[in-house]
């Protein structure tokens, strides 16, 4: 017998534990709403149960009021109705169990880590019942009660034993440097440029010695082509040559990609460490980069490939960790991404993939202020700092 299974036939309805004959249909939902809520409030700890399709008995029994498994409310749709209603939101998940042939549902409540919970808007179903913006219920043993002052300064004392209250250092390296000096890119050439010249060369060369048409184009070429290969400019026609200067920065949009991202980009990550004594729960940062002369690679662009190349370069290419969000807005580069919970005295990198950050000649003598949040489940308010880049 599983513990949840024990816990329906034989515990009694308390402040964790609360049964239900039927279902909350769509007439009910206002108390479905007080139910979840006041059990999120309750000032205990660990997991809390509804049950539906049982009622508990005085005499300590339980009769069961079978839920046909084709009539299970799935579950998105309370988790839909208490996201839209209450605030901040409430962690639960409801299913299906069976016990001694009966089909109950279960909502499990938990990480109610973060009360209180109340009503965000004002509800009205279909039986006139109505809650109003701000209402907030609690459970006391088998009984819900409207939330007193009282019972709020007990609910802040004991959340506060849950929240973090101490150090998050951030910084750019694992000294945690809170500036960081890079150089600016001074001379390059993209690839696309390289092409258009290469091409150009040809062609002036070829007006000086007359050479048109096909007769550029030898056996090696001919052969080439057959392969599926692509004949080098050299072996092009002076027609083909026309065309492909027209399209060269298309064609070669990839490889110029490519090139800032990988190969003049800085790669850069940020490293947290946790200097408290508990753990930072769902940990999530945000990130700004002044987009003043430089350029935030929103991917990772691999080396393109052409001919029987491109087989060896997908076989040997490695698929990237998600890379983090990187969005523009006006004057900044917003960089996001989810970290995960973050051990104390453990240094942890905040992103899978480096950034790649591109520092034009424009960038050159600048020093770059670059403000972060920090978002976690448990903090009391969001982390904010801010870290520094000289450009040289």
Known sequence: MSELESIIKYDR?????????????????????????????????????????????????????????????DQATYQQVLRENVEPSIDFSYFPVEVDGNWVGVFEIDNCNNPPYMMKKEYKDQ???????????????????RMTRRDLEEILVFRSKFQFHGKITVGFNKFLDKKLKVIAVKDFIF??????????????ERKLTDKMGIKGLGQFALTNSL?????????????????????????????DWYHV????????????????????????????????????????HKEPASGLLMVRASMDFHTPFQYPQVEEEENFYVVKDTIGDLKHHQPEEAFNENLRI????????????????????NLPNPIVGELEIEVE
């Open 13 to 73: 309805e308390g402040t964790l534990l609360d049964f239900k004959r039927e279902q909350y249909r769509k007439e009910k939902y206002k108390d479905l709403i007080k139910d979840i809520m006041a059990m999120a409030n309750a000032t205990r700890v660990g997991k809390r149960y509804i049950i539906t399709g049982v009622k508990d008995l005085p005499s300590g029994d339980k009769e069961f009021f079978s839920i046909p498994k084709e009539e299970f409310v």
């Open 227 to 255: 392969l599926g290969i692509n004949p080098s400019y050299e072996e092009r026609s002076t027609e083909t040559l026309l065309e492909n200067l027209e399209k060269v920065k298309e064609t070669y949009r990839e490889d």
């Open 358 to 377: 591109f520092f034009s000649p424009n960038a050159a003598g600048k020093v770059l202020t670059c403000p972060y949040t920090i978002y976690a489940k």
């Open 127 to 145: 039986t006139k019942g109505e809650l109003k913006k701000g209402d907030c219920f609690i459970r006391k043993g088998s009984q819900q009660e």
């Open 191 to 204: 690839p696309s440029d390289k092409a258009k010249q290469k091409i150009e060369k040809i062609l002036d």
């Open 261 to 300: 991202g990988e190969e003049l980009s800085e790669k850069i990550n940020l490293v947290l460490k946790n200097e408290g004594d508990k753990y930072l729960e769902d940990v999530s940062i945000e990130i700004k980069f002044p987009s003043d002369g430089i350029m935030v690679m929103d991917e990772i």
